[in-house]
């Protein structure tokens, strides 16, 4: 059983930065890929970004790209998502995910956390 905390959403104006943090339990944290997804108000859940087991290796979506960063730090079992030049547009509930079996699905998640960005 793996748990997902997240933490440090927030409101900011746009053009601001946050720094998402998402606690993980589980003795093989550095065993999961992890991931960052999104659901705004009366839209789906959308992938944000998403990072390899050692952390070499990231992904994003098109929309975040070169604005928000994934990285991980296996012996404290964290991921966090830095999110630079926030705008409106990314307001939503940020979710923190775990793939736990290497199956490219994510079996865990976390509760969420809100980000509001006011313009």
């Known amino acids: 059983q793996v748990q997902l905390v997240e933490s440090g959403g927030g409101l900011v104006q746009a053009g601001g930065s946050l720094r998402l943090s998402c606690a993980a339990t589980?003795?093989?944290?550095?065993?999961?890929?992890m991931g960052w997804f999104r659901q705004a108000p009366g839209k789906e859940r959308e992938f944000v970004a998403a990072?390899?087991?050692?952390?070499?290796?990231?992904n994003y979506a098109d929309s975040v790209k070169g604005r928000f960063t994934i990285f991980r730090d296996n012996a404290k079992n964290m991921v966090y998502l830095q999110m630079n030049s926030l705008k409106p547009e990314d307001t939503a509930v940020y979710y923190c995910?775990?793939?736990?079996?290497?199956?490219?699905?994510?079996?865990?998640w976390g509760q969420g956390t809100q980000v509001t960005v006011s313009s």
């Open positions: 990072i390899s087991r050692s952390g070499s290796n990231t």
């Open positions: 589980g003795r093989t944290f550095s065993s999961y890929r």
């Open positions: 995910a775990a793939d736990t079996k290497g199956s490219n699905d994510y079996d865990y």
